[in-house]
Structure formats: C-alpha cells, structure tokens
C-alpha cells in the first residue's frame, strides 16, 4: 500500500516503511512511527496578499 494519509496506514497496516528518493528512511511499527513522528501536524499557509498579524499556536512557540 502506498499512502501519505497516516490514518489510512493505521487502520490497515502494523508496519511502515518510509522512502525519500528512493531510500528508506524508517522501517517501524506504526505504532512506533506515530508515538515518534506523528504526534503534531504543521500547515503551512501561503497568502495572496498579506493578511494581519496572526497568534500562532501554543506548540509552535516561534
């Protein structure tokens, strides 16, 4: 299976691989790879115009 939805990995799958062109990166349980990686998203937003000064979120902390 090949996905970038992490929750569809969970559901289905007990182990996950990881390729970065073309090498692996991390070969784990999935369970592993969500208690280490997976805990926080980050959303890059990208505007037409600038926008006003926005709070960022308590995680962020920059």
Known sequence: MTSHDAGDIEQLCKRAIVIDRGRVILDESVAHMKREYLQMKAINLKLR??????????????
């Open 49 to 62: 115009e600038a926008g006003p000064d926005i709070v960022r979120c308590r995680a962020c902390r920059s």
